[in-house]
């Protein structure tokens, strides 16, 4: 006797389960074909396109589905060579190398700025080596430390960020550390150049 009671519990239980699952299977189909994303006309609230969550979902597990993707590539803002690369990280530290990183990647702004200006040579190396009656455009290369110097990973950051165009140099083409330079060549600088701004221990001049 008691063995049927048990069964007949068993099997209202088994009953009672199987109602809740149908209705749940119900709920979650109707949620299923919800809009999961909608496009709407803003100016006429027309409906352009609306994906389901079933939608969404098949579209991720099939293997024919081809997805679309702008993938964002930054280029740098001059393509140099590795040699260049390193000439313009010695004549940055040789230049900057007591200012901070901001001040390094203005001196490398600099230079790449001439070698975007037609009035200066095309590349980075002849830029940095330029030389006029015997005289030459950076201090470094003729007193040698562009020779000795050591780079920082802060020389490397700010000229990758210089190359990569984070720019704040105005356009300056020319730049001079006042109380190391001497007085005529801080006459022609305030003679026959723009002065821009002041940044560390440089004047920047266009």
């Known amino acids: 006797m008691y063995k049927r009671y048990a069964t007949l519990f068993v099997l209202f239980y088994l009953v009672i389960g199987t109602g809740w699952l149908c209705v749940q299977g119900i709920f979650v189909d109707k949620q299923a074909v919800k809009e999961a994303f909608m496009l709407v006309n803003d100016s006429s609230g027309e409906v352009l396109q609306a994906t389901s969550y079933l939608g969404v979902t098949q579209e991720q597990v099939s293997t024919k589905r081809v997805l679309d993707m702008n993938v964002l590539i930054r280029k740098n803002r001059i393509e140099i060579t590795q040699s260049e690369y390193e000439n313009l990280l010695r004549i940055v530290e040789a230049e900057a190398g007591g200012e901070d990183k901001k001040g390094k990647m203005l001196v490398a702004n600099v230079v790449l700025n001439r070698v975007e200006n037609e009035d200066f040579p095309d590349t980075v190396t002849e830029v940095i080596f330029q030389s006029e009656n015997g005289t030459t455009q ?36 020319y730049f001079v550390a006042r109380k190391a330079a001497d007085d005529n060549k801080l006459r022609w600088f305030d003679k026959n150049l723009n002065r821009l701004f002041a940044y560390g221990g440089h004047e920047f001049f266009s």
Do not use: C
């Open 138 to 173: 950076f201090s470094p290369i003729s007193d040698g430390r562009f020779y000795t110097v050591k780079i920082s990973q802060e020389t490397k950051e700010a000229v990758d960020a210089a190359l990569r165009g984070e720019d704040n140099s105005q356009g300056a083409l």
